[in-house]
């Protein structure tokens, strides 16, 4: 498996070319692209500057040289490149798996480009096996957690191993929601962004236009989507 992350980290990284701001996804897929990043920095010289979607992935482009800023000392991104949890046939996604998916999404919103990358196993018919994470505000999330109930989500707060509640780098909770499948992505999505307390949710939907997907056999396939 790490394999599989790892080629598809530097197919992805093929994509980047001098001089691009580039934005640097979250998890074990997209630290391998930022691996292959800080390669070419130091050993081919190459000019970019990141803008990260999360404080792990700082510390990694740190650690690696790769030049930084702040996403509101950028115009726009040319290019964010991020893992994903689950990927449907219309290429709607639920990414936050790695608690990141608010600066994941704003990152993303403000790229020109968009790409994810994942193993095969995340490619699926309809999402919803994996948990969808919602981000709540700390206050009154114990209310959207019990009208999530209500609403039959099934919700779970997320919590560490030491079973103390998750806090996002934005100082918010992860209220994972086990619902099995989700028949309407884009109904549920416009439930949640309606939701008084959310403040973003794992349903990355028509954001994406090209996926890279890695199996076990070294393959490697670029799905489109001509948004
Ligand atoms: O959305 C994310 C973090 O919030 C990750 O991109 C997603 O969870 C995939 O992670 P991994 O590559 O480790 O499977």
Redesign the pocket.
């Given at each position: 498996m790490e394999n599989i992350?790892k080629i598809v980290g530097i197919e992805a990284a093929k994509f980047v070319k001098d001089g691009m701001i580039v934005g640097l996804?979250?998890?074990?897929?997209?630290a391998f692209f930022v691996e292959e990043l800080g390669r070419r920095v130091a050993q081919e010289n190459l000019q970019i500057t990141g803008v990260t979607t999360?404080s792990v992935t700082s510390e990694q482009a740190k650690r690696l040289g790769i030049a930084l800023k702040d996403i509101d000392d950028v115009a726009y991104i040319d290019l964010t490149v991020?893992?994903?949890?689950e990927v449907d046939l219309d290429l709607n996604g639920i990414?936050?798996?790695?608690?990141?998916?608010l600066m994941?999404k704003i990152v993303a919103t403000y790229s020109k480009d968009y790409i994810w990358i994942a193993d095969d196993s995340k490619m699926v018919k309809h999402l919803g096996a994996f948990p969808l994470p919602v981000e709540v505000v700390t206050f009154g999330s114990g209310q959207v957690f019990r009208l999530f109930e209500t609403l039959g989500f099934n919700p779970r707060l997320r919590v560490d191993a030491n079973d103390v509640a998750v806090v996002t780098d934005m100082g918010n909770y992860i209220i994972d929601l086990h619902m099995k499948e989700i028949k309407e992505p884009q109904r549920l999505a416009k439930l949640l962004d309606e939701t008084v307390g959310v403040v973003e949710h794992?349903l990355f939907n028509d954001m994406v236009k090209t996926v890279i997907v890695g199996s076990a056999d070294g393959n490697v396939k670029i799905i489109t989507n001509n948004l």
């Open positions: 992350k996804g979250t998890g074990s897929t997209a999360s991020d893992g994903a949890d990414k936050g798996g790695g608690a990141a998916l994941e794992g």
